[in-house]
Each structure stands twice: as C-alpha cells, then as structure tokens.
C-alpha cells in the first residue's frame, strides 16, 4: 500500500484557480469514488474540505471542488485567497484500508 | 457538537508499547453510522492511516502496521484506545482520533492531535 502521489508544492495569486492532483493506482482511486481531500493549516488538525470526489461538506466553500479521471483525483480552488494558504492532502478508500497523498504545500503569492 | 481528545504519554522509550486513548464527547460512539480511526503525521511529513474500529471491535489496520497494532473499545466510557508495540524512532508523530463516517467514507471530526517523541 503506497502513497497516493501529490506536488509537494502549488502556488497562485490571489484571485486566481489551482489544481492540485492526486495519483494512485487501479486499486484505490481508480476503483472507488470516495476520495477525500483534507486542508491542515500549521499546527493544526486536518479539515475535510471534499469527500466522495467531488461533494463538500457544509459550511466549506464552494470554490473548492473535485474531480476524477482515471487513477487520479484533482482538487481546484478557485479565487484563491490568502487563508488558503496551507497543506492539502487526499485520501482514498483503498478496500478495507486507506490510504493517504503525502501531501501539497499551497502558497498564496 | 462531537468532539475528540487524545490522550497519553508524550514520552515513549524504544522498544515500548505506546498507549493512547481517544475520549468522544457530544455524541455515542455506539453509533452504527461511524467508525472510529487513528492517523499518525511525523513531523514535517505527511499523514499515515493506523487503523479504525467499529462499536462492535470489529478493526481494520494499515498492513504496514498490523502486526504491532492494537485498537480497542470502551462504550461504557465513550473510548477508544491505540497500542503499538515494539515502536522506534520512526514512529515519532502528532498522533490524531478521528471519526469515519461509514456512509460517505471519510474522517469528518478529528481531535486536536498529540505528539509522541520515542526516545531513551
């Protein structure tokens, strides 16, 4: 059970779109619709911010979104702002496990 | 609103078992709609799946981990628990409780985290 694969590090300006991609294997991303991604601010826990791909929790914005082709998933965050900065990871259900992204460092320029 | 705490030694000597418990306030962990699970992050690094348990004791672990993993259920006192046995340096990390919502598959409340340094 390996790593989903994730850009350590992404950057934008305010007011402009990320994405930030994802990469597993036939075993877990490619075979279920429940991947999740998680925002982790410094010295904090992990928020959910999209589960199940592409649905968002209540009370997240929805200029977070997801998607997914394939063995890969992609969050974008549109009109980024300045408290999005912070380290992003997806998680996906891998039959009975989970398995985790090592993660990627947003930086709002 | 539900909430997570951990707690335990902050301190484990190699070749220990660490010990943790996880203490659910704001709603039963007896729901059938939940899992319970431990995440662990090294410092600096990124966040690695332990195991989750069901009301039941039914358990799932990460392979990677499963012959050093123990975790456990109390519902009469709204707990759950975390060994690993064995440990070393590696398993230095902010440990976190979290819960697994069985219906959309995802950890959705988590606690606050607690470090485990091993060290002699």
């Known amino acids: 059970q390996s790593a989903l694969t994730q850009p350590a590090s992404v950057s934008g300006s305010p007011g402009q779109s990320i994405t930030i991609s994802c990469t597993g294997t036939?075993?877990?991303?490619?075979?279920?619709?429940?991947v999740s991604w998680y925002q982790q601010h410094p010295g904090k826990a992990p928020k959910l911010m999209i589960y199940e791909v592409s649905k968002r929790p209540s009370g997240v914005s929805n200029r977070f979104s997801g998607s997914k082709s394939g063995n890969t998933a992609s969050l974008t965050i549109s009109g980024l702002q300045a408290e999005d900065e912070a380290d992003y990871y997806c998680c996906s259900y891998a039959g009975s496990s989970f398995v985790f992204g090592g993660g990627t460092k947003l930086t709002v320029l | 609103q539900l909430q997570l705490q951990e707690s335990g030694p902050g301190l484990v000597k190699p070749s220990e078992t660490l010990s943790l418990t996880c203490t659910v306030s704001g709603g039963s962990i007896s729901s059938s709609s939940y899992y319970w699970g431990w995440i662990r992050q090294p410092p600096g690094k990124g966040l690695e799946w332990i195991g989750s348990?069901?009301?039941?004791?039914?358990?799932y672990y990460n392979p990677s981990l499963k012959s050093r993993v123990t975790i456990s259920v109390d519902t009469s006192k709204n707990q759950f628990s975390l060994k690993l046995s064995s440990v070393t340096a590696a398993d230095t990390a902010v440990y976190y409780c979290a819960r697994l919502n069985v219906a959309t598959t995802n950890f959705d409340y988590w606690g606050q985290g607690t470090l485990v340094t091993v060290s002699s």
């Open positions: 036939s075993s877990d991303v490619g075979s279920y619709n429940l």
């Open positions: 348990i069901y009301y039941s004791g039914s358990t």
